[in-house]
Each structure stands twice: as structure tokens, then as C-alpha cells.
């Protein structure tokens, strides 16, 4: 596992939403991993920094929206290109488990990370069985 | 060759559509550089562009410190590649991975009037760039007329 080559993947377009200003949008590559206390996200979405990132739960729904720098362009012209840049978006719908008031995000090399803490109810809790 | 500017404060509409044109616009009519690269569809793609004084690699590669990523030169080639750490914790599981993990290695032959010697690279907000002046003698030069 350790030793595995990167899977190639190719960047995918946001088709399903359309946005408000021109350009392609991108979908994050995510991962989610969830531990007794909390849910765990963590997004690629570089070119982003944290100013330029939107975070929104509304309706049991967490939005997230990065734009990317484009001041990293000036002056350039392509020769050859893999890739396009874009912002990216994503939108995901939370269980009534998830304590949204609570939810902790950090910016860290183009990745976000967010930490989604479950609400007191939900966590896993042992029940100690009293020897009769 | 012309150079673009992509500056959200000349124009705040259409600043990325421009871009994303252009690169689009290279990856349907190839400019006849050959990078000798191994091959679209490899990860991570590459974007390479020119500027005044010499050419730039980026790479997006996000979630990695500068320390797990490797730049060599060797004669025309430059080789870029590194370990990208799962970084999965302990105690839990996975829901969904769609972020890719492992190592990489691209490289790229560079145009001969380049000078590896003096690339320059940065890591900023997971993308990778590299920077390759020039050599003096390719760069462009003002001429001046003499007083006959």
C-alpha cells in the first residue's frame, strides 16, 4: 500500500450546479473518516488559500466554495497543459448528528481540513453491565 | 509570444474564463513543444507556460511538505517527484478516499536555451512551481541603433 503509485485521476468538472460568475468549477477530491467523536474531511483544493474559501451549513447542508489565485497567471503563457484550474465546489448533507455549531476548518497546503464533531447524543457510549 | 494577463482587477468577470480558454486552447492544439513527458493521463498533470525570461512547471500537489517533494536536474531533463502520505489516522474508518496517496515521478526535457542551473522552486498552497530562467545569451535584448 505504502509503495503504490499515484492513481492517475483526472480533475472533475462541476456539471450538475451552474454557477453564477463564468468558468469551470471543479468537485474536491475528498476523504471522510469518521472516529467516535467526530466526522473528518479533508479536501484538495489547491490554489486555494483560506481567504479565499466559503464555508456554509444551511438547512443540514455543508457547502464549501474555494476560489483559486489567479495573480499566480500574470504574465504567463500555457505551452503545454494537463491540467485547467478552476474553483472548486462542493456540497455534502449532514446528519442530524452532526453538531454544526461546532465544526472546526483549517487551511493547511491546499488542503481543508474540517473536523465535524457529533453531537453529544450521537457518540458512542458504553454501557457497563452490573454483575447481579 | 504574446503573454496574457489573467488579473482579476483588469477584468473581474471574465479573468478565469480567459484562463481556463487558454489552457484548454493548448490542450487541443499542442504548440509543437516536445517535453518528451511520459504521457498525459500520469499523475500529477503538469502545466508548463512561458514567460519573458524563461519557463515555468507547475504541479498540483496538494497536502505535501517541501521536504517530501524532490527536484533534480540532470543535462535538459528536470525530475520532479515525491511520496504523498495518506496520513490516515488511527481509531477510525474511512467513508469515502478519493484523494490519492503514494509516489510519483514525472520528468520533462526542457528546450536547450534554458539554464537548469538556476531553476528556482516554491510550494505554495499545494501547488508546485519551478522556475527556469533563461540562459543570458537566449534572453530577449533591447537594441539599440547606432548614429550612422
Redesign the interface.
Known amino acids: 500500500?505504502?509503495?503504490?503509485?499515484?492513481?492517475?485521476?483526472?480533475k472533475q468538472e462541476l456539471t450538475r450546479d451552474e454557477q453564477t460568475?463564468?468558468?469551470?468549477t471543479y468537485v474536491p477530491?475528498?476523504?471522510?473518516?469518521?472516529?467516535?467523536d467526530s466526522?473528518?474531511l479533508?479536501a484538495?483544493?489547491?490554489?486555494?488559500?483560506e481567504h479565499s474559501l466559503e464555508l456554509n451549513v444551511a438547512d443540514g447542508v455543508l457547502a464549501i466554495q474555494g476560489r483559486?489565485?489567479?495573480?499566480?497567471?500574470?504574465?504567463?503563457?500555457?505551452?503545454?497543459?494537463?491540467?485547467?484550474?478552476?474553483?472548486y465546489a462542493r456540497r455534502f448533507t449532514l446528519s442530524n448528528e452532526i453538531d454544526a455549531e461546532h465544526i472546526k476548518a483549517r487551511m493547511?497546503?491546499?488542503?481543508l481540513e474540517l473536523e465535524l464533531p457529533k453531537t453529544e447524543r450521537a457518540k458512542p457510549r458504553r454501557i457497563a453491565v452490573a454483575a447481579s | 509570444?504574446?503573454?496574457?494577463?489573467?488579473?482579476?482587477t483588469l477584468d473581474p468577470?471574465?479573468?478565469?474564463?480567459n484562463?481556463?480558454r487558454?489552457?484548454?486552447?493548448?490542450?487541443d492544439n499542442?504548440?509543437g513543444?516536445d517535453?518528451g513527458?511520459s504521457g498525459?493521463?500520469?499523475?500529477?498533470?503538469?502545466?508548463?507556460?512561458?514567460?519573458?525570461d524563461g519557463?515555468?512547471v507547475r504541479m498540483?500537489?496538494?497536502?505535501?511538505?517541501p521536504e517530501q517533494i524532490n527536484i533534480e536536474s540532470h543535462g535538459r531533463t528536470l525530475t520532479l517527484s515525491g511520496k504523498?502520505d495518506?496520513?490516515?489516522?488511527q481509531?477510525?474508518?474511512?467513508?469515502?478516499?478519493?484523494?490519492?496517496?503514494?509516489?510519483?515521478s514525472r520528468s520533462l526535457q526542457l528546450p536547450a536555451d534554458l539554464d537548469l542551473s538556476r531553476a528556482e522552486a516554491s510550494?505554495k498552497?499545494?501547488?508546485l512551481?519551478v522556475r527556469i530562467p533563461k540562459k543570458e545569451e537566449a534572453k530577449p535584448r533591447q537594441i539599440t541603433i547606432k548614429a550612422a
Open positions: 500500500m505504502t509503495n503504490q503509485e499515484l492513481t492517475p485521476r483526472e460568475r463564468p468558468g469551470r477530491d475528498v476523504d471522510i473518516y469518521e472516529t467516535a466526522l473528518w479533508w484538495d483544493m489547491p490554489g486555494v488559500d483559486v489565485a489567479l495573480q499566480d497567471y500574470d504574465n504567463l503563457a500555457p505551452v503545454y497543459t494537463e491540467y485547467n484550474v478552476g474553483n493547511t497546503n491546499g488542503v | 509570444m504574446a503573454l496574457f494577463r489573467f488579473s482579476p468577470i471574465n479573468a478565469l474564463l484562463l481556463q487558454e489552457l484548454e486552447r493548448v490542450v499542442p504548440l513543444l517535453l513527458l498525459r493521463g500520469v499523475s500529477p498533470a503538469v502545466n508548463v507556460f512561458s514567460e519573458r519557463y515555468v498540483e500537489v496538494p497536502g505535501m511538505s504523498r495518506s496520513g490516515a489516522p481509531g477510525g474508518s474511512f467513508h469515502r478516499r478519493e484523494r490519492s496517496s503514494g509516489q510519483f510550494y498552497q499545494g501547488m512551481t
